[in-house]
């Protein structure tokens, strides 16, 4: 059911939440049944005008059955929502001082998703990466308006609000790529602002996190060097971080390590060299209202700046 993710979770909240979720359908399925099949005998049996029903008001019997059962089937549907969210709810927890209360931090941007590891100084986007088997505590917030932080496979939905933290449980089960999206209209470009989260063995995750802990050599190559001027001649680098080049954080994803990473513009196109170019060239052909400016750059700067960043792995 790989079409359907909520059909196919990968982890215990996302089983639980198709389980709780399959409980209402069948609920739901056997009231409409029984709703749609009075209505078609209904239809078939009185469809002369000889035949009248029989007319019966004022059965206290008959309204407090049909009053009490409806009660009792929304009593039940709530109390196993409830029960659902209470157990996998992830409230902000007592830290020590100067510790993080989450592992991981996703802020919401138009349009992308900014990720902090908690405790280092691992910046990325897009991406999140986790070990098997863990279950991470995820504090969500937003730059600018809201978005929802959703991976169907893996967690429940929840929404990133500016100036306000929500905490959910992430965990995968299963060495794999999760997709994620923003669930909420946020702007022209909402449907663009998707992510992946890659589980990985315990092991391979530390060898991840050591490699996104190292910081790129500078280029050697005469063309990398170019697009390292450029990159930071141009406005480029005063909204975009690369570590040991240049320090904002916040504003546009960091691209210490992009080279490595699956997708372009928030999973809007694979991330090869050419790809690469074609959107340095004229973002808003991918990603119309898209923050980054079209910065009008010569053939041989696009070539500079794809050679320099496709250093960065
Ligand atoms: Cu962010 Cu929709």
């Not at 005998?41 to 004022?58: H, M, V």
């Not at 063309?223 to 504003?251: E, M, N, P, W, Y």
């Amino acid at each position: 059911m790989s079409n359907f993710p909520v059909f196919d979770p990968a982890s215990p909240q996302a089983e639980a939440i198709r389980d709780l979720f399959v409980q209402v359908l069948w609920i739901s399925g056997g009231i409409f049944a029984i709703v749609a099949g009075l209505i078609c005998i209904a239809i078939w049996k009185f469809r002369s005008n000889e035949t009248l029903p029989t007319q019966d008001f004022g059965s206290h019997r008959k309204e407090i059955a049909w009053i009490v059962a409806p009660v009792i089937v929304v009593l039940w549907i709530a109390a196993i929502s409830a029960k659902l969210v209470l157990t996998y709810n992830a409230v902000p927890q007592a830290h020590p001082p100067g510790q993080q209360d989450a592992d991981l931090i996703v802020t919401g941007h138009q349009w992308w998703w900014q990720v902090d590891y908690a405790g280092t100084d691992i910046v990325s986007a897009n991406e999140i990466h986790i070990p098997t088997g863990k279950r991470l505590r995820v504090k969500l917030s937003s730059a600018d308006v809201i978005h929802s932080f959703w991976v169907a496979r893996l967690a429940r939905k929840m929404d990133a609000i500016p100036g306000r933290e929500n905490f959910i449980w992430l965990q995968a089960d299963k060495v794999g790529t999760y997709t994620g999206r923003c669930a909420e209209f946020c702007g022209t470009q909402h449907a663009r602002m998707n992510f992946i989260v890659v589980a990985h063995e315990p092991e391979d995750y530390e060898k991840w996190l050591a490699g996104e802990k190292t910081v790129p050599p500078a280029p050697t190559d005469a063309k990398a060097l170019a697009g390292r001027s450029t990159f930071l001649s141009l406005t480029c680098s005063q909204c975009h971080a690369i570590a040991g080049v240049s320090a904002d954080r916040s504003i546009a994803p960091d691209l210490t390590h992009l080279a490595s990473r699956r997708d372009l513009a928030a999973g809007v196109i694979p991330n090869t060299p050419e790809n690469l170019r074609r959107w340095l060239k004229d973002p808003a052909a991918f990603k119309p209202g898209c923050k980054m400016p079209d910065f009008k750059l010569t053939e041989a700067q696009l070539d500079e700046l794809v050679a320099y960043l496709e250093t960065l792995k």
